[in-house]
């Protein structure tokens, strides 16, 4: 029962706290939050892309969906790298084309693969990305269940045989015996 106490507790830190982690207020507790970029203002001026609001907020969309090709578990949107901004510039020139976001993402699949994605798609071969985890986390327990403790061998007195069985065990080693000489 401790073990599978154990298991359930490692998947469920497996799975919730990257989940906390991502929910955390980015300032301490007591300090002011810091004050809003002009960009993220709205100041009733329209932008290069139309009505500076929405498309700023369908840019951070299509910007987080997408991986930095140099850093490591970093979006497009959050990386400053050169490749990122490269990236974050064709995004714009997509979106001043009126191309929505499916087709932005698509564009990007179509043109790096779909490693570029930070998420794979829920789709084909995929969905094994999606599917073992979970499998794992509910199968897993019942697994080590059938594994370990249906194995278990409950033995008498502490591991110490009966006289019983070792006498029965004597007893057909004879028979074996006399079987291989007669």
Not at 80 to 85: H, K, M
Not at 107 to 113: D, K, L, M
Not at 117 to 125: A, D, I, N, Q, V
Not at 137 to 156: A, C, E, S
Request: hydrophobic content about 40%; charged content about 25%.
């Amino acid at each position: 029962m401790k073990l599978l106490r154990y298991a359930l507790t490692a998947g469920f830190l497996t799975f919730a706290m990257p989940q906390a982690w991502a929910q955390m207020p980015e300032s301490a507790p007591g300090m002011q939050p810091p004050p809003p970029a002009p960009e993220d203002q709205d100041t009733g001026v329209k932008g290069l892309l139309g009505n500076s609001r929405d498309n700023d907020i369908n840019f951070r969309d299509v910007a987080k969906e997408l991986r930095c090709p140099t850093c490591t578990g970093l979006s497009v949107l959050e990386s400053d790298a050169s490749f990122s901004v490269q990236i974050k510039d064709q995004v714009h020139e997509q979106m001043k084309l009126g191309k929505s976001k499916d087709e932005i993402v698509k564009y990007f699949v179509e043109r790096y693969g779909p490693w570029i994605l930070r998420e794979p798609p829920k789709e084909g071969f995929n969905l094994l990305a999606w599917g073992v985890p979970i499998a794992l986390l509910i199968g897993g327990p019942i697994l080590i269940w059938l594994l370990i403790w249906r194995r278990k061998v409950q033995f008498n007195a502490h591991g110490v045989r009966s006289t019983e069985a070792l006498i029965k065990e004597m007893h057909d080693r004879l028979q074996l015996m006399k079987e291989k000489k007669g």
